[in-house]
Every structure is written in C-alpha cells, then in structure tokens.
C-alpha cells in the first residue's frame, strides 16, 4: 500500500486551516445582534438566499455518513447498494410533495421549531409531546452517527495522526463555538463552504479511481471475475429490500427536524423551489459517485474485514493524491470537505436539537413567561449538554455507520404521515394521528430491540409506518371534524 501522503504534520495543518476558516464564519455570521432572537438564530430569520439554501439542504441530505459511510457499505454489498441513488431521489420528491406548501404554512405563522406546525395544525399537546420525544430520539441518534463519522473520516484521512478520539474532541469544540456565535446564519454558510469543498473533491476522487482501475469496464470484469456475487441479479428478498429503504428513507429524510427548519429558513417560496431543483441533481453526483468509488475499493483493496472498511474513502483518497501533484491538492479539498461536511451536518442537528427543547420543552411548559434571549440560552446550552453526552457512546460507537443510520430512521420516519398528511387532508384528527404515530413508534422500536426484522425484506420502520397510516386514516375518517381542523384545514 502506498505511504499515506495526509499522514503526520500534513494532514493536520489540513484540519487546522478549515477549523479556522470555520471559526471565522461563525464569527461573521453573529455581527450584527441578529441571533438574540429564537427566529433569528433558530431559522436565521427566514432570510436564506437560494445558493445558501441550498447548499445547506444538500449538507442535510448528504451528511458524513454519505460520503464516509456509503462506500464502505458498497464495498460490503456490491451493486445492491446502486438503491441509495434512488432513495436519494426519493427524498427530493417527497420534498417537493410538501415543502412549498408548508413553507407558505411556516410564513403565514411564523413558525421556528419544527413542531410549531404540529401543535398549530392540531392542538393537540400530547401528539406535540410525541412529536417532540421522536423528534429528539432521532436527532440525537443522527448527531451519534456524525460523531462517529467524524473520528472514522479524520482518522483514515490522516492514516491515524489524529487519531479516532482526538479527532472527535477537537471538531466538536470547533463546532459548538461558531454554532454559539452564529446559529442558523452561521451554519448554512459553513454548509456552502463544505458543500463547494465536497462536489469538487469527490469528482476528482471518482477521476482518480477509473485512473488507479484502469477504466469502469475494467473494474467490471474484475468483480465479475473475482466476486460473481455482488454483481448478480438481486434475489426477492433483497429486492423488496430495496423498495422498502426507497420508500422509508425517501419519507424519513425529507421530514428531518433540521430539514424542516431549512424549509422555514427559505427567504420566499421561489427560492425554495430552485433550491431544490438543484437538489435534484444530487443523488447521481453524490450518491452514485461514492457507489463507484465503494465498489473500486474491492480491487483497490480486496479482502478488507467490517472494521477495516469503515477507513475506506481514507485509505482510496490517500491512493488518489500519491499519483500527482494535482491529484494531491484535490484530494486535500476532498478531505476538508469531508470533514467539514461531518461537523456542518452535526451542528444541524444540533441546532434543531436545541431549538426543539428550548422552544417546544422550555419556553412551553417549563417557562411560558421567558424571554427570547433567554430561550435561545437555554437552546445552546441544551446542545452543549447533549452533543457531551453523546460523545461517551460515539467514544465506543455501537455499530457501523451504515446500522447507526437505519436505527435512526425506524422512528423518524413515523413523522411523515403528521406533517405530509397534515398539510392536505383536512379531515385529519389529532386523536388518532397521536395513536397512529404511538403505534407505529412501538412497533418500529420494539422490532429494533428485539432484534426483529426485517420482515421478507421489509424493514421495522416500514411496518410500523404502515400501521401509523391505517389507524391515522381509518380512525380520522370515523371522527367527525373539529372545529379546530375545520379552521386549520381553510388555511392551509
């Protein structure tokens, strides 16, 4: 294997310079007093231009797991893994389905925390309540899988110079102090820094690979050659799989808390569309290049154990920069990047973490009177706290990152039917909206903690997003309307 070239005084002058670059974006960002106020630093007022839109639903989207985690799942299961391009594409649709529509919602409101919509559509504190309790579990887990991919990035791409831990100390200082300093505002702009950083990397990482394998055709012949098996047609098990993460992620992502709140952060409802018109260009220039460079990685480096692959875009993008000096300059834009885009997906979630407990806990039912300054306060201490917390488990992660991020999604996605539905249906009651939501949470979990599932192919989440669906509809259509959703339904 070639010596890696990010290893020693490199790769950490590398990580430096971007970790200034950051503090100084949070620092420009908090001019100006605009972030003593919830709306200001939650949603940054609802002034995100369309480049800083979209770029910061494209760090939502693409988080560390996608560019760290993806390939190494590739590497493990072969052209199965082609269905994240489409369950990427799945998310983009399912945000056009909605978003428009609630941003006009959010507008009209003056919604900040993603359950503002929630508890305004429906009335409902307990269907708030649970709203919340979902929304927390699965933030928190998302924010435990970026910790993770934030030692595994820094730690392959310095060929373990910074090693595992040291890595995920220093970037969570990093991040916690610009999101402090700048919110929203300060976020989105280090999103369009990593954002820019990663499509230019990853582009030169997926040159470099058919350069080291010698062409797409010729890594083709060698899988076909030396693992038949994960080339092959998928058998009927794996195919239903394949569906059901289409669909359970295509819902699941697109009613992320922090994906929300970057809907209520759109400056009109014109630039959200274009934003996520560019989005839709994503899956194959993210998605499916991090496919590619997975599947390389079984002639790069054959024989890799489970432990070993999660180092895997370290070990290709080293492989890449040893051939030139071009190469090697784009590989440290790559590497930047990645990082960048680990700690600018968890500051989102952080965010939003913290928006929820200090808005929707806080300012509710512990402080009705407090202040926004206050508030926002006890948000960035609130995030302070949890990102610590989590910091004792990411120190000895409990599974790989691909598993961290479908525990994840089989809770989070039982939040579709209250927001997709909620937007159109006005028929829908928040009685058995709670008791669906309850029901599909028990299932999705319970399954997880059983070790249950999937259930011919079809994961928890799904089933458990099933039954949600049917008591939510059939229990809404036996009801007869109150006058709340009456009200509600006529505005939106």
Not at 189 to 201: N, P, R, S
Request: aromatic share 10%.
């Amino acid at each position: 294997m070639t010596e890696l070239v990010f290893a020693g005084p490199s790769g950490v002058a590398i990580l430096c310079a971007y970790a200034v670059v950051m503090l100084l974006i949070g620092w420009y960002a908090g001019r100006g007093g605009s972030t003593g106020t919830a709306r200001g630093y939650f949603t940054a007022g609802g002034g995100l231009g369309m480049v800083t839109l979209f770029f910061t639903l494209y760090a939502t989207q693409y988080s560390g797991n996608s560019v760290v985690g993806y390939p190494p799942q590739a590497y493990r299961s072969g052209f199965l893994w082609w269905q994240s391009v489409p369950f990427m594409i799945a998310v983009i649709a399912v945000y056009l389905l909605f978003a428009p529509r609630l941003y006009v919602v959010a507008k009209q409101r003056g919604f900040v925390t993603p359950t503002d919509f929630v508890r305004d559509r429906f009335g409902s504190t307990k269907l708030s309540l649970l709203t919340v309790a979902l929304m927390l579990w699965g933030l928190g887990n998302y924010v435990l899988e970026q910790l993770v991919a934030m030692g595994h990035g820094i730690a392959g791409l310095t060929g373990e110079t910074i090693p595992y831990e040291v890595g995920v100390i220093g970037f969570i200082v990093i991040m916690l102090v610009y999101s402090w300093t700048g919110g929203m505002r300060a976020v989105a702009m280090t999103d369009v820094l990593q954002g820019i950083a990663m499509l230019v990397g990853i582009g030169a990482l997926l040159t470099g690979v058919v350069t080291l394998t010698g062409g797409l055709g010729t890594l083709t012949t060698y899988l076909t050659e030396t693992s038949p098996e994960l080339v092959g047609v998928p058998g009927t098990t794996d195919a239903v799989n394949w569906l059901a993460m289409i669909v359970m992620i295509g819902f699941g992502a697109a009613v992320y808390p922090h994906a929300i709140q970057r809907v209520y952060s759109a400056r009109s409802e014109r630039t959200l569309k274009r934003s996520l018109a560019l989005m839709a260009w994503m899956p194959l220039a993210t998605t499916g290049v991090v496919f590619v460079v997975g599947i390389a990685g079984l002639q790069l480096f054959p024989g890799l154990d489970t432990g070993a692959s999660e180092q895997l875009v370290g070990l290709i993008a080293n492989e890449v920069a040893a051939q030139n000096t071009v190469f090697y300059l784009l590989m440290i834009l790559l590497f930047g990047g990645v990082v960048c885009a680990i700690v600018s997906t968890a500051d989102s979630a952080v965010l939003a973490f913290s928006s929820i407990v200090a808005g929707d806990l806080y300012g509710r039912h512990v402080a009705p009177g407090a202040t926004d300054r206050r508030k926002v306060l006890v948000g960035k201490l609130v995030g302070v706290a949890m990102v610590f917390g989590l910091l004792a488990i990411a120190w000895n992660p409990p599974g790989t990152l691909f598993s961290i991020f479908v525990l994840k999604f089989e809770l989070i996605v039982q939040l579709a039917p209250v927001f997709i539905l909620g937007l159109y249906w006005r028929r829908m009651a928040p009685g058995p909206t709670f008791w669906g939501m309850l029901a599909g949470a028990v299932v999705a979990g319970g399954a997880t903690l059983l070790d249950l599932g999937p259930f011919g192919g079809v994961p928890a989440g799904l089933v458990g997003l099933a039954a949600n669906v049917v008591i939510c509809v059939v229990g809404s259509m036996a009801v007869t309307r109150t006058p709340r959703t009456q009200r509600m339904g006529a505005v939106i």
